[in-house]
């Protein structure tokens, strides 16, 4: 019962990081499940089967606040779900520890990207509102919905980025056509696992625990996304990719690194983290401040 509980809380902390920033619940709940010592392909199954409950409960919060580009979810999510499946089915028996290190470096080399350029600069206006090309989201639904079946997690933190780094989409509305998008990916994941593996290697239990705690955060989740000033969103997105994909490159056979080194780089990364975020929070202010306020239809700038 408590390890029951201990799920469905660890459900809603993740969803309610994941429908407010676009990513982080398959790898929050999948890095627990693995911890208790399950196999790598039944911890997926098992995110991807409650998945199937939260995504759909959190693209319906994103949808009633107006967060989702109905194009974007059609041209990423289908591509998605096939790559899903395909990941689901032919690697459920296989590992895909040695190409988590390269996929992680990508990623963070993108967050570090986003951090620097939404906490530096003002975002890209002159984009915002052309079309996302299918040439574009097709190949990235492909590959983010293959590693995210594969690896637990990685429709948001691959997702996500790729498409706030194009400026032609706000950062509300990417985050809640990846979470609206992501519902098909978890449907096509699931048949997948289950074809591979079969129902007797899933823990229901833990599927509804899951799902139970991911319901309940959804809708606060999309509530959150449009009060968050989008400078602000994505300073806290490229943040969670940096944080995230060090962890992983820092435990990987690859560098191996003493606790004392990780943790050490882990409050480095919090702290600029937290600067990054305050700074952009300080921008936001000061543009808002700057705003001019009709008054009569004339513009009145504001003070104080």
Not at 13 to 37: E, I
Not at 133 to 143: A, H, I, Q, S, T
Not at 178 to 191: G, H, N, Q, R
Request: glycine share 14%.
């Amino acid at each position: 019962m408590r390890k029951i509980l201990l799920l469905a809380l660890v459900g809603l902390g993740a969803q309610l990081v994941d429908g407010s920033l676009g990513m982080a619940y398959g790898v929050t709940s999948t890095t627990l499940l693995l911890a208790v010592g399950v196999h790598a392909a039944a911890a997926s199954a098992t995110v991807h089967l409650a998945e199937i409950g939260t995504t759909l409960a959190s693209g319906a919060a994103h949808w009633r606040f107006g967060n989702v580009d109905p194009k974007v979810v059609a041209r990423i999510g289908i591509p998605g779900a096939i790559g899903a499946f395909a990941g689901a089915t032919l690697l459920s028996s296989l590992s895909t520890d040695s190409a988590a290190p390269i996929m992680s470096l990508i990623l963070l080399g993108l967050g570090g990207y986003l951090l620097v350029r939404f906490t530096t600069f003002d975002l890209p206006k002159d984009n915002v509102g052309k079309p996302l090309r299918k040439r574009f989201l097709g190949p990235l639904g492909l590959l983010a919905g293959f590693v995210d079946a594969t690896g637990g997690g990685g429709w948001g933190p691959i997702g996500t980025p790729a498409i706030l780094a194009s400026g032609r989409l706000e950062p509300r509305k990417v985050i809640g056509s990846i979470d609206t998008s992501e519902f098909l990916v978890a449907v096509a994941a699931s048949l997948g696992f289950l074809v591979g593996l079969g129902a007797e290697n899933i823990n229901l239990g833990w599927v509804l625990a899951l799902l139970i705690g991911g319901v309940v955060a959804a809708p606060i989740a999309a509530w959150l996304v449009r009060r968050v000033p989008p400078r602000v969103l994505g300073s806290a997105v490229g943040g969670m990719i940096v944080l995230t994909n060090s962890r992983t490159l820092l435990r990987s056979d690859w560098l191996d690194a003493p606790s004392a080194v990780r943790y050490g780089c882990y409050a480095v990364i919090l702290a600029v983290w937290a600067a990054a975020v305050t700074h952009s929070f300080r921008q936001h202010l000061g543009q808002r401040r700057r705003q001019p306020v009709v008054v009569g239809g004339d513009p009145e700038s504001r003070t104080g």
